[in-house]
Structures are given as C-alpha cells and as structure tokens.
C-alpha cells in the first residue's frame, strides 16, 4: 500500500503561482514514476506532468513552459511548481503513483482555482 497525502492548492489570480507537493509513504518501490493529473469539471482526468525516479520528466502540452515538476528521492516527495496560471489550469489536481509491478495509487485531490 502506498498513502499519497496533498497540499499547496487554493485561490489564486490568473498569471499567479501556486506550488503543490505531495507525499508518498509505504511500500514505496525504487523504481517509480510520479505525477500530477487534474479533472475540471464535465472533462476528463488528464495527465499535467510526471517523472521518474530518475528524474525524466514528462509534460502536457498545454503546461509546457509554465509548470516545472521535481522530485526529492529521499523523501519520496514530488513538487508541481505552477506559474502564469490560466483560468483554464482550473482544476481538482491529484497526485499519482504508479510502478510497472503495482496498480496506480492516487492523492485525495487539491482544487486549484484560478480567477480572470
């Protein structure tokens, strides 16, 4: 089992920042990839960016150029620095985890609001 515990969401301008984390605890396997997606309402869950546990890195395209994600290895932590938010990037965001050896595990979900 792993717990994947959320924060950083809220409120915030459109051309503002916000950075989420996202905490991973349990069987934690060496070999992982971590990630954000996010579910506006009346859409689908998409991928935002995930990495590796090596550190390759991959990104929607809509976020290219404005969202970073990064890692600490050590503490099974993954960041989602987010800036010149849209009202678009408005979202409910959850963090993911997943190997090639396990189910994927998810965070209970941040919301992410960005205002005109």
């Known amino acids: 089992q792993v717990q994947l515990v959320e924060s950083g969401g809220g409120l915030v301008q459109a051309g503002g920042s916000l950075r989420l984390s996202c905490a991973a605890s349990?069987?934690?396997?060496?070999?992982?990839?971590m990630g954000w997606y996010r579910q506006a309402p009346g859409k689908q869950r998409e991928l935002v960016a995930d990495?590796?546990?090596?550190?390759?890195?991959n990104y929607a395209d809509s976020v290219k150029g404005r969202f970073t994600i990064s890692r600490d290895n050590a503490k099974t932590t993954v960041y989602l620095q987010m800036n010149n938010l849209k009202p678009e990037d408005t979202a409910v965001y959850y963090c993911?985890?997943?190997?090639?050896?396990?189910?994927?595990?998810w965070g209970q979900g941040t919301q992410v609001t960005v205002s005109s």
């Open positions: 349990g069987s934690i396997f060496s070999r992982n990839r």
């Open positions: 990495i590796t546990s090596g550190g390759f890195t």
């Open positions: 993911g985890y997943y190997t090639d050896l396990t189910n994927p595990y």
